[in-house]
């Protein structure tokens, strides 16, 4: 199979590395990998501008404030981390939308967007209801061995497959 | 100070994960399409790493575990939301931010799905937690609880498992 493989550090090394990160922080912080709990509180953090009374109402933000925490720290970290490694690796793209989509769907903007956002949305709210995504469910709780993370992490793959199989139906191309 | 060790445990996971190419939509749609298993081998070389450090650390008693309550209804229903949503946009809560940060700015459009899907569940979060938080709900269990033997027979046989599975990979070149 043709891919680009130039240059990528192994996914086996870069594993191996982020799984010993992952030990430190839990030892030095106490903190275990998590990101979808952060955009649930970014929309209290929206909703806050229009109706601050009903968000410190709602059990939700009173349960998950909307406030800057470990986590967004953690998410404003791998997005400069990527970039950083995107810059000095050469690898950095201003890309609008991702070459297997192009080959496949075509290249209109506002169906990538569409798609993207009512998947981004979908994704959230799933991750929310489980009590998690591939970060607290997936690596952590593949990390601790938690029934919950194991059961939510097949769940993830088995309808991801099943779409994925639909959207790209028909067609071995990459 | 929390903070700060979010912020450098973020870097350093966005810049390994970047390295690796794990964050792009074309290596995530590709393991949901099963022909590119390249973020498969690195969640599972992460975790194993992480798994016998953290376990090591937590026998020393050197720090806690924060396993997610196991609640099947939950975990099940909202894991398939989220794999129909992950499939559509092609990145994960965490990954989504690290595409953004390497330059793949369709990601955008999935990172405000995500607030909305957030801001979704908190309001419906009340009922949620009334009903489908209560079915299965056996609290924070792990598989060596549920399986009455020792954390390190689990973890050594995930340690195997992942080995044999990263050569059937690599057989198959995936």
Redesign the interface.
């Known amino acids: 199979?043709k891919?680009?493989t130039q240059k990528?550090?192994?996914?086996?090394?870069?594993?191996?590395?982020?799984?010993?990160?992952?030990?430190?922080?839990?030892?030095?912080?106490?903190?275990?990998?998590g990101?979808?709990t952060?955009?649930?509180?970014?929309?209290?953090m929206?909703?806050k501008l229009f109706s601050p009374e009903r968000v410190s109402s709602?059990?939700?933000?009173v349960k998950y404030a909307p406030k800057?925490?470990?986590?967004?720290?953690?998410?404003?970290?791998?997005?400069?981390?990527?970039?950083?490694?995107?810059i000095t690796?050469g690898?950095?793209?201003?890309?609008?939308?991702?070459?297997?989509?192009e080959k496949r769907f075509g290249n209109g903007r506002a169906k990538?967007?569409?798609?993207?956002?009512?998947?981004?949305?979908?994704?959230?709210?799933?991750?929310?209801?489980?009590?998690?995504?591939?970060?607290?469910?997936?690596?952590?709780?593949?990390?601790?061995?938690?029934?919950?993370?194991?059961?939510?992490?097949?769940?993830?793959?088995?309808?991801?497959?099943?779409?994925?199989?639909i959207?790209?139906r028909g067609g071995k191309q990459? | 100070m929390k903070l700060v060790y979010g912020l450098i445990t973020g870097l350093l996971f966005g810049y390994f994960m970047q390295r690796s190419r794990v964050i792009r939509y074309d290596a995530q749609v590709g393991a949901m399409r099963l022909i590119d298993m390249t973020i498969v081998k690195f969640m599972m070389a992460a975790a194993v790493t992480a798994s016998i450090g953290v376990y090591l650390l937590h026998d020393l008693r050197l720090v806690e575990l924060s396993v997610k309550s196991t609640m099947i209804g939950a975990n099940v229903i909202g894991g398939l939301i989220f794999g129909v949503g992950w499939a559509l946009l092609g990145y994960c809560p965490g990954t989504a931010v690290g595409a953004l940060g390497e330059g793949r700015w369709d990601s955008i459009w999935g990172i405000l799905g995500m607030i909305l899907g957030g801001g979704v569940f908190a309001a419906v979060f009340p009922a949620i937690k009334r009903t489908i938080w209560q079915w299965g709900a056996y609290g924070k269990i792990t598989l060596a609880d549920v399986l009455h033997v020792n954390h390190w027979v689990l973890i050594a046989l995930f340690l195997i498992g992942s080995l044999l599975l990263f050569r059937w990979f690599e057989r198959r070149d995936l």
């Not at chain 1, 952060?38 to 209290?44: E, I, L, N, V």
Request: some cysteine; proline content about 2%; hydrophobic content about 60%.
């Open positions: 199979m891919r680009e990528a550090l192994s996914p086996y090394l870069s594993g191996v590395l982020t799984g010993i990160v992952l030990v430190l922080s839990v030892w030095i912080a106490g903190k275990f990998a990101a979808s952060t955009f649930a509180r970014k929309a209290g929206v909703m709602m059990d939700y933000f800057i925490d470990w986590q967004w720290m953690f998410l404003l970290g791998l997005f400069i981390g990527s970039f950083v490694a995107a690796s690898s950095f793209k201003l890309q609008a939308m991702p070459k297997m989509w990538r967007a569409l798609v993207a956002f009512v998947g981004g949305a979908l994704a959230l709210f799933g991750a929310r209801l489980a009590g998690g995504c591939p970060s607290g469910h997936g690596l952590s709780g593949l990390t601790q061995l938690s029934i919950s993370g194991f059961v939510a992490l097949v769940c993830f793959f088995a309808s991801g497959i099943v779409v994925a199989r959207l790209y990459e």
